[in-house]
């Protein structure tokens, strides 16, 4: 996607770039100054984000220190926190706790290594250091709860390959995979940034109708059956 309006001057692009060219040693300097260089391009933060791979916390708090304290705030290395840096035997334990739970905000694994060594990191420290370990800041996906096992799957797959085979050889015989599902009239809000101490509000459908949708596919002759009718949520 093509960046829409500049942000930055020609001459601050250009400065931004000779620093990003001289600052060879360090992956998290070069950055946060390429994630400034796309910001003053024109870039918007999904771009940015997908890019580099890192959080919207961090791109924020790039870009605002960049304005209040210049380029020389991108390469100066808050990594260590304010105490000593992490030995290697703790920087393997940090790893397996994010690893082994879901951390929604740096916030979680600095209370954490403050809990358990007593040392203080920053959350952009801390977000290079996870970056550098192998973590991207991005949602999860979602899994059944309750799901057959690896066995039990392979024997479901073996019954059906079976029948789709057996429906190839024979025009009388068909098979189907059926589904529904439910549309509502309605708009879906999530979160998003509201001035504090004030509320925004959206419109909303009074009516609670919805369209359900009931499909069938045949996996032989690729033919799809889709039926539709509008029905009340609690009927």
């Not at 920087?91 to 740096?106: D, L, M, P, Q």
């Not at 369209?211 to 596919?217: F, L």
Request: glycine letters at 8%; hydrophobic letters at 35%; charged letters at 30%.
């Amino acid at each position: 996607m093509m960046p829409r309006n500049q942000r930055l001057s020609d001459e601050e692009l250009r400065k931004l770039i000779e620093i990003y060219k001289q600052t060879k040693n360090s992956v998290e300097a070069r950055t946060r100054i390429h994630c400034v260089i796309l910001w003053g391009k024109g870039y918007e933060w999904e771009t940015i984000k997908d890019v580099l791979m890192i959080s919207d916390g961090m791109i924020q708090e790039v870009i605002e220190k960049y304005k209040i304290f210049g380029a020389d705030v991108l390469i100066e290395n808050h990594y260590e926190g304010h105490n000593n840096k992490m030995t290697k035997e703790e920087e393997k334990a940090v790893i397996a706790f994010v690893r082994t739970h879901f951390v929604s905000n740096t916030r979680v694994v600095i209370n954490w290594i403050k809990g358990h060594f007593g040392k203080v990191y920053t959350e952009q420290g801390m977000q290079e250091f996870l970056n550098t370990h192998g973590f991207v800041y991005k949602k999860p996906k979602g899994v059944p709860g309750k799901h057959p096992s690896v066995e039990v799957q392979k024997v479901i797959i073996n019954e059906l390959t079976a029948r789709i085979e057996e429906c190839s050889g024979d025009e009388e015989k068909q098979i189907f995979f059926v589904d529904g599902s439910g549309f509502d009239h309605n708009v879906k809000i999530g979160y998003g940034w509201i001035e504090k101490g004030k509320e925004q509000f959206i419109k909303t459908n009074t009516d609670r109708e919805k369209i359900n949708v009931n499909g069938a596919y045949n996996p032989v002759n690729q033919k799809v059956i889709c039926i539709e009718h509008e029905e009340r949520v609690f009927q």
